[in-house]
Structures are given as structure tokens and as C-alpha cells.
């Protein structure tokens, strides 16, 4: 299993390189580590100065870490905990469906569960949840190797238990296994197991969280037990439209959410399950009910959850995915009657990605021809896309060739029956997939949407003492690549004419701000530089302003012009995740 960790880390890295922040969530997390970079406290930091991080501190020490094996932090280094945390969670499910069910099973289900769509986005994006992912695996896996050998929990079970609380909580971290080990042994009627825990090891791991949260409230107030334990913890699970702590969806939609995160997998979903439940009382029966235990309480209590996103169910994708190896290994070598038509429409799906980059590198407009099914930000972007994969034809070309290459083999798999060779086949291709998508999409797109040019250059320009003001607009990516505390406000604050000062808006606010300074100051605030979104419409422009008090030569020249790629003008880190991606 390590090369299968070493091959996800490579391909997990590679989707990671060269591509900025563009989103709201990864900036987030990076400026904790920033703070800490910069001094501020390793245990209760304040991001941008004044605000209490959202989550528990684990994945931002191991960014600390990533930070001094990297050199520097910029955003490899902030995704790195999330690239070797995928990496080593599959290689863990590996390892896991190796010693219940054989090794031909174990590594068909660490190539399920590195290549499932929600995996491979979690794993290259610098946010939490493929942090707690791996420790809550290790925590189930060591409990079911305790359990097996009638022992008592070790040190290594309660040590995985208290890194998930640091990763995101108790609600999650504590409360999500604690369920699943409960059903399991209610459904095994072995409650005598419990007999054998040993509570004073639970009460001495227990010190570590606690302390930690007793030493934020001191340090921080209430306010650090509202944000951490209440909105986090109680307000995300049962009210979080009413609360506002954002991600509020329906009870039903992991639904359609888990299909879609474990794609292409998704396929084989239902039949491993229902294999899985017909095979519960045969010889492998603890295992089988441990695994659907896992899955089962990880789907109902996150669907009973008001706030809800695709990487929620991650913790999950590990039992799945082998529950889905044990099925594909029990049906290996057979003629596949009855599922070869899913399996052709799976290869043509995948399909999709190498023949539309193939298109656009010969001049063929196959995103102009697929247009009517964009909204209106996505034809913006499709500009980009299209522009970045002429640019580099040769390589598109080459790439985009050989998985069609792939594609083809993964035919010839499903027309033969030959399970296990389809399996390879699939997950190259998937790989491909994802990142022919990094390369052709999703690098340029961020390059066209993240503040990191238009920041780096107004950061050039002013003086390194300068006031920064963020005029009614909360934008993280801003703080991160500025690399100081930008101080947000509804109005200029009174002492703001006598301070150099750079002033961030959104273009709608700009009149407002500008006539507050007039009146309020009789000061002229003029833009000097903006970032649109390359003409998205449905995105409020940035624009920067810097007051005459400043000094040197004042104009209304953009410091960005919409030429090229390198300077297009740049924009702010709003959520542009979805239910899915990043």
C-alpha cells in the first residue's frame, strides 16, 4: 500500500501546483497558518487579527508542519495536509479491506476510494475535511482490530479519536463514531465488549480537547464558545438557516449527493450494498456489519443535519468503497450480463472531458457548442478555458489522446467481462480525468478569479505601512495574499484622512464610499485598480482606491489591463465551491 500512497500523493499534488485561491474556504484556513507563521498564538490565533477560526487547530498545525518541510507557505504547502491525508486515508481503506477481505480487495477498494470525485476535490483543496477523514478511518480501524482480538481499546484508537475532535469537533470527531461503534455492537448483541473498554484511558485523552477548549474560552470569551461549540456544533446540526452558518439543504439530498461524490463508482453502489446485507450472517458477518454500520449511521446523521456538503460523507467513502471491492471481486471474471450498457454510458461520461480538450486544441469550438447548457458565469469562464488549452496544444494533445486510449481499453474491459482489468482502467481514467480538468479548467479559471496578481501588485506599490480598509466586503484571499490585517468597516472610520490608506470595495459600493469621503473628509478616492471576473456578470467587480493624501501621481488608470492571462485583472475569493468541488 505505500505505492498506492505514493501514487495518490502524486496525482493529488499534481492537481494542487500552480493553481491560486480562488475560492473562500482554502484562504480561510491558509491565514490561520499564516498567524501562526507570523507569531501569533499556536493554540487560540486570530484570523486577520480580530476573528475566531471556524474550527479546532489540527489541520492548521499540520500546515505549520507542511510550511517548514515546504520552505514557505503559499498553497501547496497550505494543501499539502490535505494531499498526504487523502493519499494515506486510501491507502489506510487499502490496508483495512486487505485484512478482512484479501489483498485483490484491498487494493481495488483503495483505487474506489482515491479516485471518488468528492475524494480527489477534498484531497486537493486546503480545508478540513480530509484531515478528519483520516482520523476518523484510523479510529475505526483500530477499534474493529481491538474489537477482533477481544482487547481493550488502545492508546492508538483514543489518540485517532482526539486528533478527528481537533480536526473538526466533537459533534463529528466524537459523536460520529461513537454511533457507529454503538450500533454495530447493538446489532452484534455484544454489549459485553464494553466491559473491556478502559475508562481511564478515554478520561486522559479527554484532558487534550478539553483543555483546549478551556483555554480558548479564557483566552477568548464567550464569543469563542458560541462560534466553536455552539454555531459549530449545535447550530450547523440543527438550525443552520436560522443561525446562518451556511450549507442549509434539504434532509433528502445526500440522496443524490452520494452518487455524485463517489462518481464514477457510484455504479456498483447499490448491488455491493444489498450483496453486502444478503452476506451479514455468513462468515465475514462482523465485518460486513461493521462496514454497513459505518456507512449507514455516517449517511443518516449527516442527512438528519441542517448544514449539509458532498465531503460531510467522506467519513463513509472507506466503508463503501470496500463493501464495493468485495462486490467487484466476487463478480470478477463473469460476462457481465445485464451491466454492460451503465458501464458503456460510465466510459462515455468520462469520455466527455478528453474529446471536448481534444476539440478545443484542433479548433474545433466544442465549449461554443455545449454553451447552451452554461449559465452565464460559466460562459466567462469557458473563455479562459478555451484560451488556456490553445495555449498549449501540444500537451492537451498528447494528454487528452491518451485517455481517449484508455477509454477505448476500458470498452474492449466492459465488452469481454474482465472485471478486474476494467477496474484498472477505470481508475486510470478517472485520474486522467481529474487532471486534464486541473489542467485545462480549473488552473485557468482560478488564474482568471483569484486576487493574487491584483494584491501582490498594490502591495508593491503602496507603502509597506499602509492602512488597509475592506469597505462592506468580507474577502479572505485578500488578507492571505496581502499578508496583513485588512480591517473591515460599514463607514471610514474617523481617523481615516490622517493614515496612508488603501481602501477595497465591491463596484456596487463604490459610489457610496466615495461620496462618504467627500463629504465626511472633502477627500478624492480614486481607483487604481480592479478586478472583474473577466466580464462575469454575475460577479460584483473589486476595485482598490487610494486617497490623495497618499502622494505621487493620481489617476484613474487600472494597475491591471484585461490583455493576457499573467494580468488579468483578478477577484475576490467567494464561495464558488457548489455541492461538490471546491
Known amino acids: 500500500m505505500a505505492a498506492v500512497a505514493g501514487v495518490a500523493a502524486l496525482v493529488y499534488s499534481s492537481a494542487t501546483i500552480d493553481v491560486p485561491f480562488f475560492t473562500r474556504g482554502e484562504p480561510r484556513e491558509a491565514m490561520v497558518v499564516q498567524v501562526m507563521l507570523e507569531g501569533g498564538s499556536a493554540f487560540w490565533p486570530l484570523r486577520n487579527a480580530t476573528e475566531i477560526p471556524s474550527k479546532p487547530p489540527m489541520f492548521h498545525w499540520l500546515g505549520y508542519l507542511a510550511v517548514i518541510v515546504c520552505g514557505g507557505l503559499h498553497e501547496f504547502s497550505a494543501r ?3 494531499v498526504l491525508s487523502g493519499a494515506l486515508a486510501a491507502a489506510l481503506t487499502g490496508l483495512f479491506g486487505t485484512r478482512l477481505f484479501g489483498p485483490t480487495v484491498g487494493v481495488t477498494a483503495a483505487l474506489i476510494a482515491g479516485t471518488c470525485q468528492a475524494w480527489m476535490a477534498a484531497a486537493t483543496t486546503a480545508r478540513v475535511d480530509m484531515v478528519l477523514t483520516v482520523f476518523l478511518l484510523l479510529a475505526l480501524v483500530t477499534f474493529f482490530g481491538d474489537y477482533s482480538r477481544r482487547r481493550p481499546l488502545s492508546h492508538l484508537f483514543y489518540f485517532a479519536l482526539t486528533c478527528a475532535v481537533f480536526a473538526k469537533g466533537p459533534a463529528v470527531g466524537l459523536v460520529l463514531p461513537a454511533a457507529i461503534i454503538t450500533l454495530f455492537l447493538v446489532w452484534r448483541r455484544d454489549g459485553d465488549y464494553l ?48 443561525d446562518s452558518v451556511g450549507h442549509y439543504a434539504a434532509f433528502y439530498t445526500y440522496v443524490y449527493l452520494l452518487p455524485l461524490g463517489m462518481a464514477p463508482w457510484s455504479l456498483v453502489l447499490p448491488s455491493a450494498v444489498l450483496s453486502a446485507w444478503r452476506a451479514r450472517g455468513g462468515r465475514d458477518g462482523a465485518a460486513v456489519q ?19 456538503r458532498a465531503v460531510y460523507l467522506l467519513p463513509s467513502y472507506p ?3 470496500i463493501l464495493s471491492a468485495a462486490w ?24 466527455v472531458v478528453p474529446v471536448v480538450i481534444l476539440a478545443e486544441a484542433c479548433g474545433i469550438g466544442a465549449l461554443s457548442w455545449l454553451s447552451g447548457f452554461f449559465s452565464s458565469s460559466d460562459r466567462a469562464n469557458a473563455v479562459v478555458v478555451v484560451d488556456s488549452i490553445r495555449s498549449s496544444k501540444g500537451p492537451m494533445l498528447a494528454f487528452s489522446s491518451m485517455a481517449l486510449i484508455v477509454a477505448g481499453g476500458q470498452v474492449y474491459m466492459t465488452a469481454t467481462g474482465r472485471l478486474r482489468a476494467l477496474m484498472v482502467c477505470m481508475g486510470v481514467l478517472v485520474a486522467a480525468c481529474y487532471l486534464m480538468v486541473t489542467a485545462a479548467f480549473l488552473r485557468p479559471v482560478a488564474h482568471s ?51 496612508s490608506t488603501v481602501v477595497m470595495t465591491t463596484q456596487s459600493s463604490l459610489e457610496a464610499l466615495r461620496r462618504e469621503a467627500a463629504s465626511r473628509f472633502g477627500l478624492s478616492l480614486r481607483v487604481r485598480a480592479r478586478h472583474d471576473y473577466s466580464g462575469n456578470p454575475r460577479r460584483d467587480p473589486i476595485v482598490v482606491l487610494f486617497g490623495d493624501h497618499l502622494g505621487g501621481e493620481q489617476s484613474d488608470d487600472l494597475i491591471l489591463e484585461r490583455n493576457d492571462g499573467a494580468d488579468r485583472p483578478q477577484g475576490d475569493e467567494s464561495e464558488q465551491e457548489g455541492v461538490l468541488g471546491r
Open 80 to 82: 499539502l495536509p490535505s
Open 195 to 242: 466491559l473491556e473498554l478502559k475508562p481511564f484511558r478515554l478520561a486522559a485523552w479527554s484532558v487534550l480537547p478539553l483543555a483546549w477548549y478551556i483555554g480558548g474560552y479564557l483566552t477568548h470569551g464567550a464569543p469563542f464558545i458560541a462560534k466553536l461549540i455552539v454555531d459549530e456544533n449545535i447550530y450547523r446540526v440543527f438550525d443552520p438557516k436560522g
Open 290 to 308: 461493521f462496514l454497513l454500520s459505518w456507512a449507514f449511521v455516517t449517511f443518516v446523521l449527516m442527512s438528519l443535519a441542517g448544514s449539509k
Open 319 to 321: 466503508a463503501l468503497a
Open 328 to 351: 467487484w471481486e466476487r463478480f470478477a471474471g463473469t460476462r457481465l450480463e445485464g451491466a454492460r450498457g451503465p458501464l458503456y454510458l460510465t466510459t462515455a461520461f468520462l469520455a
Open 449 to 499: 478569479q483569484s486576487l493574487r496578481p491584483m494584491i501582490e501588485k498594490v502591495v508593491a506599490e503602496v507603502d509597506p505601512d499602509a492602512r488597509w480598509i475592506s469597505y462592506r466586503l468580507v474577502n479572505y484571499a485578500s488578507v492571505y495574499y496581502a499578508a496583513r490585517p485588512i480591517e473591515y468597516v460599514e463607514e471610514l472610520p474617523s481617523r481615516f484622512p490622517q493614515h
